[in-house]
């Protein structure tokens, strides 16, 4: 007895669709802060966008904008355009980490921590200990506060704003991703700079030395003032530090919320 053949016709028609909506929630899982680094296979990430585009995809609002007939090459365009939503909302929401990283790499590098380094998956690059602390506290702080699952309804709330394939691809988030990198850049100045000023008056102490007592080795010395200092410094500071992260991530996920809420179909229209 010859088995069976599976009836698959009733599951074509939701083929392009469904591509879409998973395009659309790839694109998120390729830069979301915690999953978007090394340590989670890429394999393991698309199979949760899978499985999150199948719930997204029993959305009325979806099913009802589901009816799309494209060619293949029309078909590359749009996964493209909705791959775009995902990734704006993914890099605005990670863009935070990034230059939290940066004032600790920063910090580290001017207190003498450039030769101790290790690999952080999640960025996939080489951090110091003062890095990976902020890197840390900032992950930790972005759960807590509930950043995650702000990304994720932001990202299921464009899908009521955007329906699937009327993207309008000058939507992109070029300016907010400017505003947000620039507010980024001053904070990670303000992290770093009591570091960076204690370290330069210690190097300016040292050249006066070095001038008046040549006989003494002030390169270890030296060497040695500088990690005591900063990093006393850095634990005097660390509460107000960890506020200023709190504040900018905040700040971060609210710029992703707005930006993403911003959205408008293809034309201009109301969703």
């Known amino acids: 007895m010859e088995p069976s053949l599976v009836d698959i016709s009733p599951l074509l028609p939701h083929v392009v ?11 998120l899982m390729l830069f979301l802060p915690m999953m978007s680094g090394g340590s989670i296979p890429m394999q393991y990430r698309a199979l949760l966008a899978a499985m999150f585009s199948v719930c997204v995809y029993a959305m009325p609002e979806v099913r009802e904008a589901a009816d799309i007939d494209v060619g293949m ?14 990734m704006g909302i993914g890099v605005l929401g990670g863009l935070p980490f990034v230059m939290i990283e940066i004032a600790g790499h920063v910090m580290g590098y001017q207190m003498g921590f450039a030769l101790a380094q290790a690999y952080n998956p999640e960025l996939e690059v080489n951090l110091n200990s003062i890095g990976s602390m902020l890197f840390l506290i900032a992950l930790t702080i972005f759960a807590g506060i509930g950043g995650l699952e702000s990304l994720f309804i932001g990202l299921f709330e464009t899908f009521e704003r955007v329906p699937i394939g009327q993207f309008d691809s000058a939507q992109s988030p070029a300016e907010t991703l400017i505003g947000v990198l620039a507010a980024g850049t001053e904070v990670a100045l303000a992290i770093a700079m009591p570091v960076m000023a204690a370290v330069m008056l210690i190097l300016i102490a040292i050249g006066f030395v070095m ?14 003032l500088k990690i005591i200092a900063g990093t006393i410094l850095l634990l005097i500071s660390i509460f107000t530090i960890e506020q200023v992260i709190a504040d900018f991530t905040e700040h971060g996920i609210l710029e992703t919320l707005d930006w993403a809420r911003s959205l408008r179909p293809a034309g201009g229209g109301t969703p």
């Not at 090459?73 to 995902?86: P, R, S, V």
């Not at 008046?212 to 080795?217: H, K, L, S, W």
């Open 17 to 27: 669709p469904w591509s879409l909506v998973f395009s659309r929630v790839l694109g």
């Open 73 to 86: 090459l029309e078909l590359g365009g749009m996964m493209l355009a909705e791959m775009i939503i995902g």
């Open 211 to 224: 001038k008046t007592m040549p006989q003494i080795n002030v390169m270890s010395v030296g060497f040695a």
